[in-house]
């Protein structure tokens, strides 16, 4: 069984001349590789499977071309020595994966692919079935890593260092983070996560899964997942030079944009300490910079930086 141990995130002041204060926990710190959010959504799923003492080990997941859940989960087996698979989206990757470096990272890593046509993709059902005809020993964890054992693993983001803040931020995709916050909050707090994907059943399943009402969800100013608006790759660059931090740009690029838009709306009332959860991902920015650079679009500039 895997044991927890007492990571000490720091919590750092986003210095502004807003009315409010911001802060940002350094979740991305926690692991060089299995990164941020994912490291607490995967322990206690992995936990249980493990405690069952399953014969021949797999996890086995889904996930899109530069998927920081696919990097994680093949990380997280590299380090723990179980076997992985990624039920991966796109099956016109299958000839030319090697020049994806999420992908390339994670076969590195030990994972074994299987690509899937985007419609088959859809049917995550129908595959999981699937996959558990095939692999019946095998731990299938669902896209992003959010369920209800991923919910109570957050907790471990929350705590005695988190207690005296009015807000708890964080970007939401598949909504276990946000949900996991929302559980284990305190009473006084809200908890207020910026989407980026448009999914209208996240507020339903994020309210099942925390069994509060403590939390509000308001779009990014680009909420799909592929899209990174040059705005937003902008906002990364100046929060770099500014705060020697960087941003991934699909969650808390665009969850951090938000909160400085609003902000400098007045949108929070004045005087309120704003904690937002840098949840990691910067592995993607090899990908979104790939991207970029085939539209001739400006790049994210401290990639050499902070992978050298």
């Excluded at 995550?124 to 669902?142: D, H, M, R, V």
């Excluded at 069994?211 to 799909?224: P, Q, V």
């Excluded at 100046?238 to 951090?256: A, R, S």
Aim: hydrophobic letters at 35%.
């Amino acid at each position: 069984m895997l044991q927890i141990t007492e990571y000490k995130i720091p919590i750092v002041e986003i210095k502004t001349d807003f009315d409010v204060q911001i802060f940002i926990k350094r979740e991305d710190l926690i692991h060089p590789e299995i990164s941020g959010n994912k490291f607490w959504k995967l322990f206690f799923n992995v936990n249980q499977y493990l405690e069952s003492k399953p014969e021949n080990p797999l996890l086995i997941t889904f996930g899109g071309a530069f998927s920081n859940h696919i990097a994680s989960v093949s990380a997280f087996g590299k380090q723990f020595d179980i076997p992985t698979k990624g039920i991966i989206r796109g099956d016109e990757l299958e000839n030319h994966w090697q020049n994806n470096p999420t992908l390339f990272e994670a076969s590195r890593n030990g994972m074994q692919f299987f690509f899937v046509s985007r419609e088959d993709y859809h049917n995550k059902e129908k595959l999981t079935q699937e996959f558990s005809g095939k692999y019946p020993n095998a731990l299938i964890i669902p896209e992003g890593g959010s369920n209800e054992m991923a919910v109570e693993g957050v907790q471990y983001m929350t705590g005695n260092d988190t207690k005296d803040f009015d807000y708890l931020c964080t970007a939401v995709g598949t909504g276990g983070t946000i949900a996991g916050i929302s559980k284990f909050a305190e009473k006084h707090q809200k908890v207020f996560g910026v989407k980026v994907v448009k999914d209208d059943s996240l507020q339903k399943t994020i309210s099942e899964w925390s069994g509060r009402n403590n939390f509000e969800l308001i779009d990014a100013d680009e909420y799909r997942y592929g899209k990174i608006s040059d705005e937003n790759i902008r906002f990364i660059n100046w929060f770099y030079n500014e705060y020697d931090i960087p941003l991934d740009p699909i969650y808390t690029g665009k969850m951090l944009q938000k909160i400085f838009d609003l902000a400098g709306k007045g949108f929070f009332p004045k005087g309120s300490k704003i904690l937002t959860f840098h949840t990691g991902g910067l592995q993607g920015i090899k990908g979104a910079n790939l991207f970029l650079k085939n539209k001739n679009r400006a790049l994210i500039d401290f990639e050499n930086s902070i992978f050298d």
